[in-house]
């Protein structure tokens, strides 16, 4: 261990699919000691899977492989570690690869691999011991899909990567290991934080929060994305912690982007839940506490973080095959497209003549997967978009094989799009649970620059985990219940009071909505209700809506239930992750006193 009072950690992918280029940008762009790469997401797991039935020596992003054959002659040079989580199901097989290349480019590497989060195998042991996977999102019980079931992966925290920053490697795969732990591994590995020091250890798993999505904290997917001056060679993000647990956001200079305080909040209410329990595997971060502070030109300080002790239980993603699903479009255009449409919906649906599990139609284009209140306007040219779900496959088919079939027996004005006939895809379905920590070990292998192997393995029991109990802080009532703005009332958008970023948790949408200023969000705290918000998506929101509030981000956060057609691989929507529906909220016409506007 170290004894620096400050390290640099900078992120370089958000997702799998990301810039292949970010990697050398960031070794080459300015000093840094840790780089991080998250590729995993629940749809990323499910693909992961996939790709392993169709090769068993696949199961992990071949792009992280791309990159470092690459990168490795500068990661030893600017003697950067690197750690991801891009080994997916099958981390030691891309150790392994990465452990040949070393080898052949005759460099001083070891190579990490962090494996055990795969209990597959165990389900039945466990289940006899008493674990019984329980849907946390539905309730539903795990008997009606254990025949179904195809992958089984614990979400680890930052320890067993610590343990491989122990040993020297300077490269580290992981399998399921959040986002957040491979952030907060170098943190705890360089400072020597104890595993139980809570506030310390929410302030790492804030920070990996904050990069874990790439550009979306400089400046990607920002509301006021004409703030931004450049998106060419936009700038990843940078942590520069102190040993405190106080830390900056920011990116080398010269490179596009943006970091302001505006981008860092948008990405800290992206995908939440509760604030006052964002539970990590590591521990419970409060979101409720956190602070942030202009500190310079692309710099914020964050501060004041606290939290509560690691959960008794870790979060198990578990996937199962549910049947199949296919979706295909037609290009409409001309006048009066969308009575053209709904014939058009109306012809085919006849013809096909089938009952699937679940079907949707959409006119993208036309405001369809917004409320209907911003959906009254008629475009000249549009895409009319249909899907199904069903077990069947048979069913599946016949619906890709008469979706052609309207081009030349329906109106006038119509096109294929290029896409083809629809086939069916499975569906690999999400059945989120948890599972007791002291039954999860986690295997670290490491392999060194001869390809030799050696194991260890690593017990995530603890003693003095609680489960998370939801709590509010009382925030500041009394300027609420005070005199709320006058003067006359003028029509606007919620986008004139506020800025706004969604996210998805399985059929769950989340939206964070930020006040402007202090005397917007004490408005917005009475008037941006549940009622109001389940009233405008009335037809998209089929569950509960729930609010939370942030006094300390100036910011409301909504968790939209039953939301995205199941969520992940299971919904037919166009959007499935619910990444526009923040920007659809912003629409929301709303009557507020014209003296808001001038905060």
């Not at 370089?12 to 762009?29: H, P």
């Not at 997917?221 to 001056?229: F, L």
């Not at 910011?555 to 499935?576: H, K, Q, V, Y």
Request: aromatic residues 8%; proline residues 5%.
């Amino acid at each position: 261990m170290s004894v620096k009072d400050s390290i640099r950690i900078g992120n370089a992918g958000g997702y799998w699919g990301d810039d292949l280029s970010a990697l050398k940008r960031q070794l080459t762009g300015g000093q840094l000691d840790y780089i991080t790469l998250d590729f995993l997401a629940e749809i990323t797991m499910s693909i992961l899977q996939k790709q392993r039935q169709r090769n068993p020596e696949l199961g992990y992003a071949t792009d992280f492989l791309t990159q470092i054959k690459e990168c490795l002659p500068l990661i030893v040079e600017k003697k950067v570690t690197v750690i991801t989580n891009a080994g997916g199901i099958n981390p030691l097989g891309l150790g392994q690869q990465i452990a040949a290349v070393v080898q052949t480019m005759k460099l001083p590497i070891k190579v990490g691999v962090i494996r055990g989060d795969d209990v597959m195998p165990q389900l039945d042991v466990l289940m006899s011991s008493g674990e019984k996977f329980t849907n946390m999102e539905t309730g539903e019980p795990f008997d009606q899909v254990r025949p179904k079931v195809t992958s089984a992966n614990i979400y680890f925290g930052a320890e067993p990567v610590v343990k491989a920053l122990e040993a020297g490697c300077q490269i580290i795969v992981t399998g399921r290991v959040t986002d957040t732990g491979i952030t907060l591994a170098p943190m705890m590995y360089e400072f020597g934080w104890a595993i139980d020091d809570w506030d310390k250890i929410a302030s790492g798993i804030v920070a990996g929060h904050i990069i874990e999505c790439g550009c979306q904290a400089t400046g990607g997917n920002i509301t006021d994305w004409k703030d931004v001056k450049n998106f060419h060679s936009i700038g990843y993000p940078i942590i520069e912690m102190k040993s405190s647990g106080d830390f900056f956001v920011t990116k080398h200079p010269n490179t596009g982007g943006l970091v302001s305080e505006n981008t860092v909040k948008e990405q800290l209410v992206y995908e939440m839940g509760d604030p006052a329990n964002y539970i990590a595997p590591d521990g419970i971060a409060r979101f409720d506490s956190i602070h942030l502070k202009q500190a310079g030109k692309d710099r914020v300080r964050v501060f004041g973080i606290t939290g509560k002790p690691a959960p008794t239980h870790l979060k198990i993603s578990i996937s199962f095959d549910d049947g199949w699903k296919a979706s295909g479009e037609l290009l409409l255009s001309g006048p009066n497209i969308k009575a053209k449409a709904k014939t058009m919906s109306e012809i085919f649906w006849k013809r096909l003549g089938h009952t699937y599990e679940a079907t949707r139609t959409e006119l993208i284009g036309s405001g369809s997967i917004w409320p209907k209140e911003l959906s009254d306007y008629e475009p000249n040219e549009s895409l009319l978009r249909f899907g199904v779900r069903d077990n069947d496959q048979k069913k599946v088919e016949e619906f890709g094989r008469l979706l052609p079939s309207l081009i030349l027996s329906g109106p006038s004005g119509v096109a294929v799009t290029g896409a083809g006939r629809p086939k069916p895809t499975p569906v690999v379905a999400y059945w989120p649970a948890l599972m007791h920590r002291n039954s999860a070990k986690a295997e670290i292998i490491i392999i060194d620059e001869q390809k030799n192997e050696r194991n260890t393995t690593l017990n995530l029991a603890r003693n003095d985990t609680v489960m998370p109990v939801s709590e509010k802080k009382s925030g500041n009532f009394a300027r609420r219940l005070g005199i709320m703005p006058k003067g006359k009332l003028k029509t606007i958008t919620l986008q004139e009071l506020a800025y706004a970023r969604s996210g998805d948790k399985g059929d769950t949408c989340n939206i964070g909505v930020l006040a402007r200023s202090p005397e917007i969000y004490d408005w917005l705290y009475k008037n941006l209700t549940v009622s109001t918000v389940k009233r405008f998506f009335k037809g998209i929101v089929k569950g509960e809506v729930k609010r939370y509030e942030l006094d300390n981000l100036l910011a409301l956060n909504f968790l939209l239930e039953e939301t995205l057609g199941g969520g992940g691989t299971r919904s037919l929507m166009i959007d499935p992750q619910g990444k526009t529906l923040s920007q659809a909220l912003l629409q929301m016409p709303m009557q507020a006193p014209s003296s808001l506007l001038k905060k």
